[in-house]
């Protein structure tokens, strides 16, 4: 497979992770509030006067928030009146120049991940979806996998990932339309800035051929796809924990 392309950043921009920017979601009844507490810019430096901004995100909805200077930025919970209730809100942090449009720093597509949740590829929002019970949904911008899960079912991720019907049943259907995805835009694999790139580590673990056939040979991407299924649940045991799970549940 080609090598890895580095990204160029000839504007300078700071680029921040979302372990350096803390937010915090609170959800009271209908109503959800968030505050960004606190950003970590580590050895970079920036003007005091810097403007900080937010961008919440949800589905087809957005809300922009000028929360004002560095160094005294409001860190008081702002209500998100107009964001899409059914869909996980996700964050984008910017720093700007006081004085004109230009971006000093930013943290991109920062997700709020259920404590107990593993650091999986895909995350998983729990969020209300009437009487479906889970939907494998793409982000409108880069088409990064999200998993949604009915709240109905489960109060939290965790509580979904412990669960043999859950990761026995649910998963491999989710990770076959991740599979076909990158099959359809295999350069992503060697894109840092591709969210694909970051299952570049996890198919090779699990010991799969990269890159992918082409979408254009039809049968050899197929096999490709049910060989990665295949192998992902036979690493895992799904079938050999769904009938532990059966036996506990008293043989329903």
């Not at 009146?81 to 230009?102: Q, W």
């Not at 412990?162 to 339309?177: K, M, N, S, T, Y």
């Amino acid at each position: 497979m080609a090598r890895m392309k580095r990204r160029s950043n000839p504007t300078g921009l700071i680029e921040l992770s979302d372990v350096q920017v803390k937010i915090e979601l609170t959800e009271v009844g209908d109503e959800r509030s968030f505050a960004l507490k606190n950003i970590n810019l580590g050895k970079d430096v920036l003007p005091s006067e810097a403007i900080v901004v937010c961008v919440v995100r949800a589905g087809r909805s957005a809300e922009r928030y000028e929360l004002g200077r560095l160094d005294s930025w409001d860190k008081s919970p702002k209500v998100l009146r107009d964001i899409d209730a059914s869909e996980v809100p996700k964050f984008r942090v910017l720093i700007r120049d006081p004085n004109s449009p230009k971006l000093l720093a930013s943290a991109e597509n920062i997700r709020l991940r259920d404590p107990g949740q593993s650091e999986s590829l895909i995350p998983i929002d729990i969020v209300d979806l009437g009487q479906l019970a889970w939907r494998y949904r793409e982000d409108d911008e880069d088409g990064a996998p999200t998993l949604q899960v009915n709240k109905l079912l489960y109060p939290s991720a965790a509580a979904a990932e412990q669960d043999a019907q859950f990761i026995g049943l649910v998963l491999p259907e989710a990770l076959r339309r991740v599979c076909w995805t990158i099959v359809e835009v295999p350069d992503g694999l060697d894109d840092p800035s591709n969210w694909r790139s970051q299952w570049v580590w996890w198919l090779t673990g699990l010991g799969v051929t990269l890159p992918p056939p082409p979408k254009s040979a039809s049968q050899a991407a197929d096999i490709w796809v049910e060989g990665v299924v295949e192998k992902f649940c036979c690493a895992h045991n799904f079938c050999t924990k769904l009938l532990a799970q059966r036996e506990v549940d008293g043989g329903k």
